[in-house]
Nanobody, 122 residues
């Protein structure tokens, strides 16, 4: 199974910036869709941003214009650049990978990282 490891979480002031990283144990070049999810205390897990192997992106309305998702195949790493952070962004952030395409074959992954905590507070 593929392993995903998040890093970069921590304490940041409102209005500040933070970059999260998700390192994969396999090449991410052919992973169909990778995404970032978050779960705040007392709330359901929600999709924050997603990116396909072709570079198409999708963002939750609450983070659009403030967050940017990217993939670096050379480093087998996905990133989430977070700017203009608000207290409402406080949550545990998780990375996810859905499927791996190898020629005509599709290999299911449905892999999750362990999560990294982001706390936005003054």
């Amino acid at each position: 199974q593929v392993q995903l490891v998040e890093s970069g979480g921590g304490l940041v002031q409102p209005g500040g910036s933070l970059r999260l990283s998700c390192a994969a144990s396999i090449s991410i070049f052919s992973i169909n869709t990778m995404g970032w999810y978050r779960q705040a205390p007392g709330k359901q897990r929600e999709l924050v941003a997603a990116i396909t192997s072709g570079g198409s992106t999708n963002y939750a309305d609450s983070v659009k214009g403030r967050f940017t998702i990217a993939r670096d195949s050379a480093k087998n790493t996905m990133y989430l650049q977070m700017s203009s952070l608000k207290p409402e962004d406080t949550a545990v952030y998780y990375c996810h990978a859905d499927q791996y395409t190898l020629g005509p074959l599709t290999i299911p992954l449905d892999a999750w990282g362990q999560g990294t905590l982001v706390t936005v507070s003054s």
